[in-house]
């Protein structure tokens, strides 16, 4: 009852107001509330990063300063940081993995590149990620049953 009596006084409000592009700036407002598709990120379910993440924990060694970088297949998202897979290492097996600052990526001596997409050559991807790291060399390659091929990189 509180939210439709909200609504109903919102409307009575806006009636009220002699400003019709004020009037109709209010009452469009939250019209967008309604479709919020082109408004918002999707986000992949957990189950979709989980298979890359058992894959890295099970190679990792905790001699190694690691490091994680993603190739996004969404257009939308220009992060390559991996923030999701660091996410998940740092939750379900509490990693220590260095942060996403270009100091962390000059400081590891392991990448772990996933790519969503299809890369020709994980050493050359470009970006601040791979450009601080300077990787020299493909030490191993997982391909993934969600689709995602995993590259552990080395400088």
Do not use: H
């Amino acid at each position: 009852p509180f939210l439709f009596l909200l609504l109903a006084g919102s409307f009575s409000y806006i009636f009220e107001l002699k400003n019709k592009l004020l009037t109709v700036f209010i009452f469009c407002l939250p019209l967008i509330s309604f479709f919020p598709e082109k408004l918002t990120t999707e986000t992949r379910p957990e189950g979709y990063f989980v298979p890359s993440v058992i894959k890295i924990a099970e190679d990792i060694s905790l001699n190694n300063k690691i490091a994680i970088a993603s190739n996004i297949l969404d257009n939308d998202r220009w992060e390559k940081n991996g923030i999701e897979y660091r996410y998940f290492l740092e939750a379900l097996y509490r990693l220590p993995i260095l942060g996403s600052e270009e100091q962390d990526y000059k400081q590891a001596n392991v990448l772990y590149l996933i790519d969503e997409g299809s890369l020709k050559d994980p050493l050359k991807m470009g970006g601040m990620e791979i450009e601080s790291f300077k990787p020299k060399k493909i030490e191993k390659m997982w391909k993934v049953e969600t689709g995602q091929t995993i590259y552990k990189l080395s400088n």
